[in-house]
């Protein structure tokens, strides 16, 4: 028999550690001849500790299961959830990412490939750069890190680059509030990444490549440091790629966890040891990146998708999605919702289905007030925008954005006017420094938000003035996108701002 029990942070973090010993002790106790896989998570947080038992009959899961339950699941009187790929929140997602997280042992590599894995990087070793590129193009990947930028050109850009040494940085900082997928693929299927970077270096021309991770990811940066070490081993990377005396190295790096380095330039920065301040564009990376070398950089999502856009080919992944989003999106659902964890779908689903449907609604009972998408510097969304579809362009037009598909739910209790104060703070925080409308008018607009609070009439239209100045000025989008969340508050929540506020209270 054997015993699946999630090593993922989040299954860790409700037990899964302690649940497992349990298991071990007990199967130990009973003389049961028991095999204990730690794998990934499903991504259904709620049911964590999600454990799941194989036998001639199948896979069956349990949970939340804690250690006082494990008697009654040898006894086999606890109660089943059944095949979890059948649970609703599972059954509805098309899961190409996401594929095997959750379903294998994450750094079993004869495990990885016999569910799929591999299989992209055999083929992309028999194309040319060009056609790897065009490939990537055909997919209508767009970069999942925030901007949407398309995938397969800024490949192909890299690849026409002059440079003796071109670079694949792999973005796995994940500074957004609520998302966690980057971590749930190093954690529960490393070797998906690994294969994404490699064909990223086989398409552009690149040798060598970089994981930037952070240090509060310290269960992901464990396991993917092992698997780097096994997929050295089993030569899927080193000199010899799989045979094909093509060459590419891989390195985890570790950044102390500035939100800032996040972004692309200040990232290469920190990676070369220097500070993490933002670098003037242009030129861009793909010109002159890492130590001024031609460079890809691209999301952790964005090269763990590559693998299964050349094991099922650029149509089928193309075939999903709507308008220019093609594909899918593992969306991740958290703050005070029934449902929280990442959902993988196609583009296209109403945003109210995800919060009301998928996510069920809120934890508390009650009404939704906002959700805020694409993380700290998103916009707010009020109810009456359930209906925008989940895909780039409809959501800019609703003055919103998708960014790394951070979902955060609140209900009627919120106080906008906080929220709109806590990303003003944010920005001030996490500023580099380098320009004044986000270093100085961060500062300034928590001040200002703080006057609105006393009631100050003049208060909120100096904030408007402010967040233009900021998002017109700022060199990027950290002080460039704040106004995002602060104005979709002032603008969708005025009852919060009233300046009768202070007087009532
Ligand atoms: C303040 C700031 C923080 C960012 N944080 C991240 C991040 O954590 N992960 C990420 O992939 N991209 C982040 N980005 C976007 C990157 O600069 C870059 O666009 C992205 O990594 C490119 O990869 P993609 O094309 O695959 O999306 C951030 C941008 C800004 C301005
Ligand atoms: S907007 Fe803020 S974070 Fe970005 S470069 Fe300017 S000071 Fe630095």
């Known amino acids: 028999m054997r015993i699946y029990v999630p090593l993922d942070a989040a299954a860790k973090a409700l037990g899964a550690d302690d649940v497992?010993?349990?298991i071990r002790a007990e199967a130990d106790a009973r003389g049961l001849d028991v095999e204990i896989v730690r794998n990934g998570t499903r991504g259904m947080v709620w049911l964590e500790p999600l454990v799941e038992i194989e036998d001639a009959d199948g896979r069956r899961g349990y949970g939340p299961l804690t250690v006082d339950d494990v008697p009654a699941l040898f006894d086999g009187t606890l109660e089943t959830l059944g095949d979890v790929e059948k649970i609703p929140f599972f059954a509805r997602q098309t899961r190409l990412t996401f594929a095997r997280c959750g379903l294998i042992d994450p750094l079993n590599i004869d495990d990885y490939e016999a569910h799929g894995g591999l299989a992209g990087l055999r083929r992309a070793i028999q194309m040319t750069s060009e056609n790897i590129v065009e490939e990537v193009k055909t997919s209508g990947l767009r970069g999942r890190g925030g901007a949407g930028f398309p995938t397969g050109i800024k490949w192909e850009t890299v690849l026409h680059a002059k440079g003796a040494q071109k670079y694949i940085i792999c973005n796995a900082d994940e500074g957004d509030s609520g998302t966690f997928a980057d971590r749930m693929i190093m954690e529960?299927?490393?070797?998906?990444?690994?294969?994404?970077?490699?064909?990223?270096?086989?398409?552009v021309g690149a040798?060598?490549?970089?994981?930037?991770?952070?240090?509060e990811y310290p269960d992901a940066n464990a396991v993917f440091a092992e698997a780097i070490g096994i997929a050295l081993e089993r030569g899927l990377i080193g000199p010899d790629?799989?045979?094909?005396?093509?060459?590419?190295d891989l390195e985890l790096r570790i950044g102390a966890g500035a939100y800032v380095c996040g972004e692309e330039t200040s990232l290469m920065n920190s990676l070369e040891g220097k500070r993490g301040v933002v670098r003037a564009k242009p030129p861009l990376p793909a010109y002159r990146g890492l130590f001024n070398r031609p460079t890809v950089v691209n999301n952790l999502l964005s090269?763990?998708?590559?693998?299964?856009?050349?094991?099922?080919?650029?149509?089928?992944?193309?075939?999903?999605?709507?308008?220019?989003?093609k594909g899918t999106m593992p969306i991740q659902i958290a703050g005070n919702v029934k449902y929280g964890g990442l959902f993988e779908t196609a583009f296209g689903m109403p945003l109210g289905e995800l919060v009301n449907e998928i996510?069920?609604?809120?934890?508390?009972?009650?009404?939704?007030?906002?959700?805020?998408?694409?993380g700290p510097l998103g916009a707010y969304m009020p109810p009456e925008k359930f209906d925008t579809p989940f895909g780039y362009e409809e959501f800019d037009g609703q003055g919103g954005l998708i960014g790394h598909a951070g979902i955060v739910v609140f209900d009627d209790t919120v106080d906008m006017l906080q929220m709109?104060?806590?990303?003003?703070?944010?920005?001030?925080?996490?500023?580099?420094?380098?320009?004044?409308?986000?270093?100085?008018?961060?500062v300034r607009g928590v001040e200002t938000i703080d006057r609105i609070a006393h009631g100050d009439p003049d208060a909120p239209a100096l904030l408007a003035d402010l967040c233009e100045t900021m998002r017109g000025g700022s060199l990027c989008a950290l002080g460039g996108f704040t106004p995002f969340p602060v104005m979709s508050a002032l603008t969708h929540f005025p009852d919060d701002f009233a300046p009768a506020r202070e007087a009532a209270e």
């Open 20 to 22: 497992a010993a349990a």
């Open 207 to 215: 040798t060598k490549g970089y994981v930037y991770s952070r240090s």
């Open 188 to 203: 529960g299927d490393p070797f998906v990444l690994i294969e994404g970077m490699v064909i990223a270096g086989l398409g």
């Open 241 to 248: 790629v799989l045979g094909s005396d093509r060459r590419f």
């Open 420 to 442: 709109a104060r806590f990303a003003m703070e944010f920005c001030a925080i996490e500023s580099c420094g380098k320009c004044t409308p986000c270093r100085i008018g961060a």
């Open 359 to 374: 996510a069920g609604g809120t934890a508390s009972g009650r009404p939704v007030k906002a959700v805020q998408v694409g």
């Open 303 to 325: 090269l763990a998708t590559i693998p299964a856009i050349f094991e099922k080919g650029a149509e089928h992944y193309a075939d999903f999605g709507l308008g220019r989003s």
